[in-house]
């Protein structure tokens, strides 16, 4: 079941991450500037992150099978909208849609994480990481290849009908279950708010995430632009090719989820911190071009991916064993701090490479590194205040 639920992830996260490859078709084929197509991997996120707010909650209120099989069906239809759209326009509102409804991980991670016990959390939560990176990667380079080929319609058409297929499967394979809340709709959000500010660990794991997520979505919106720009030349299938290159980040997660099981969520924290200033530094040879630039943005990129996606193996496992009955209203918390800086981040990323290049997004990920790395150093002093007479 965990495997399965591992490839319903990756099918669903995909259907974020490929308007990143395909943007640079976006403005070919629309007739629009590439900074402006980048709006429509905006929306997506920002689609993405509402979806996470509003509908998550859900998770604790409607029984598990109906409710993923309903809104991968919603997300197809949304896809198929994207893929028919006439302009950038009607493109943009289609890919709200798709964000809002393909929120299919931040479900299905609470309901594993009941199906196991507290001490293999961390594995389990890597796995299903691995199969949500699976989809990023897969769909990058599916997404790419099949713009270039058939032109950007194609990625959304296809991706319309895989995640029909998938919800009449889901239908009748996921088995059933009873949902552990009677709550009403409006209780279920103001739930998931009063516990994001009645939960100082909820916060501190939101805050990490949003700020290496919001680093994370600021270099792949940065590296579709240089890439099929001047210092390249290349095409958008080239940027899927790069992320396919990541693929080590599904082997990594795993065993950055049994880490977590054996040091704890901070140790993590720290390192995947650290990890993405190393990156940071590592990438900005990219800008370079040539053979040496395309190593620096693999092994920088890669580096960056294992740290994010580590990262958030430990912020989950800290916020699910907050509480046993509002797993769904605590990741529906966590997420939306999460998504909301991996939006910004993207808008962020696109408007560092107009005003200042490649450098500038490579600024960007460090400053945003740097306060995550600062929120932590702030939490240690005051668990281990000077002269408490332990180890930090």
């Known amino acids: ?155 959304y058409l296809l991706s319309a009908a895989l995640a029909l297929l998938i919800a009449l499967v889901l239908a009748r394979a996921l088995p059933k279950s009873t949902a552990p809340s009677r709550q009403s709709y409006p209780k279920l959000l103001g739930e998931s708010l009063r516990l994001l500010r009645t939960e100082p660990q909820l916060r501190r794991s939101g805050f990490y995430q949003a700020m290496l997520f919001g680093a994370f979505s600021a270099l792949w919106t940065g590296v579709a632009l240089l890439m099929t720009g001047p210092a390249y030349g290349l095409g958008a299938s080239a940027v899927g090719l790069l992320a396919l290159v990541n693929a080590g980040t599904m082997i990594s997660t795993p065993l950055a989820g049994r880490q977590v099981d054996r040091r704890g969520p901070d140790a993590v924290n720290l390192a995947a911190t650290l990890a993405v200033l190393a990156a940071a530094a590592v990438l900005l040879f990219g800008g370079a071009g040539g053979v040496v630039g395309l190593v620096a943005l693999a092994v920088g990129s890669l580096l960056l991916d294992v740290a994010m996606q580590s990262g958030m193996i430990a912020n989950q496992v800290r916020i699910f064993a907050l509480s046993d009955e509002a797993r769904s209203r605590l990741n529906t918390a966590y997420m939306t701090c999460g998504y909301l800086g991996g939006s910004i981040g993207s808008w962020l990323g696109a408007h560092a490479y107009d005003t200042f290049g490649w450098p500038g997004v490579c600024g960007l990920v460090t400053l945003l590194a740097s306060l995550a790395l600062t929120r932590h150093l702030l939490h240690v002093r005051s668990a281990h205040p000077p002269g408490d007479g332990r180890a930090p």
């Open 1 to 155: 079941m965990v495997l399965l639920l591992a490839v319903v992830c990756g099918v669903a996260v995909g259907n974020v991450y490929f308007p990143q490859a395909v943007s640079p078709l976006v403005a070919e084929g629309l007739h629009v500037s590439a900074d402006t197509a980048t709006l429509v991997v905006t929306a997506t996120q920002f689609g993405y992150a509402g979806g996470i707010f509003l509908l998550v909650p859900l998770g604790d209120r409607v029984p598990y099978r109906p409710l993923i099989a309903a809104l991968l069906s919603l997300a197809g239809l949304g896809l198929l909208g994207a893929g028919l759209a006439p302009g950038l326009v009607p493109l943009v509102a289609a890919s709200v849609l798709v964000g809002v409804t393909t929120v299919i991980a931040p479900i299905v991670a609470p309901m594993a994480a009941g199906l196991v016990p507290d001490d293999r959390r961390g594995a389990v939560t890597g796995t299903l990481l691995s199969g949500s990176i699976g989809g990023m990667l897969l769909s990058r380079a599916f997404g790419g290849s099949l713009g270039e080929w058939l032109g950007w319609r194609a990625p």
